[in-house]
């Protein structure tokens, strides 16, 4: 099976482009879905994550406290890494399950931090979602309600767009005047059929 990494900065549009080809009836396995299963409340992972950083990140009723626990971290490199140590390892296990029972030409496989988790052993080509930096702070604040000097740093932790664009197999532009996206996954959908025979 074709296994196609879809990756992008924050506020790209990821979401929308894999749920583009889910309507096409590509199975989609997305990091993001699953790392909140596994800190969902009663979760080893969120237990062990609770240890690590203080019963405070937890809510009154034990789940986490999303906000409080991203506070932390984009204060702290140290401590952002010692969250993803405890993280990554399982998310990428989940991962190779769900593949293995996926039966289909292709999926894709969504992954925000494709290329800092260095993980792109785990797939066969790379589809970067791209926009402008403008862009990308315009829809995280309307989506998250962020503050902009948070959002500036959350991108800042990301690879660079130059980054993700040169070492893109394919590239969907999400910008104010690109092709419609739904008109580019088709494209994408065609190509990936035709390459996984």
């Known amino acids: 099976m074709l296994k196609i990494g879809l990756t992008g900065g924050i506020g790209c549009g990821k979401t929308t482009v894999a749920n583009l080809f889910e309507a096409l009836s590509v199975p989609v396995v997305d ?48 401590r952002k890494q010692k969250l ?12 190779e399950n769900e593949l293995a029972r996926i039966d289909a030409p292709y999926c894709l496989i969504a992954i925000p931090l494709l290329f800092e988790t260095r993980m792109t052993s785990l797939v066969d080509r790379v589809l970067v979602v791209d926009c402008p930096l403008e862009a990308q702070i315009e829809r995280v604040q309307k989506r998250d309600h962020l503050p902009v000097e948070m959002i500036r740093s959350i991108i800042a932790s990301q690879v660079s767009r130059a980054f993700r664009r040169a070492r893109a197999d394919d590239l969907i532009d ?24």
């Open 31 to 78: 990091a993001d879905q699953i790392a909140r299963e596994l800190v969902a409340k009663g979760q080893p992972a969120l237990n062990k994550i609770a240890r690590e950083f203080g019963p405070d990140i937890l809510t009154e009723e034990g789940s986490l406290n999303r906000q409080k626990l991203k506070n932390i971290i984009f204060a702290d490199a140290g």
């Open 84 to 95: 993803e140590s405890i993280l990554h390892p399982l998310v990428y296990q989940a991962i």
């Open 174 to 197: 999400n910008s104010e005047t690109a092709i419609p996206l739904a008109e580019q996954v088709k494209k994408l959908h065609n190509l990936y059929l035709s390459l996984s025979t």
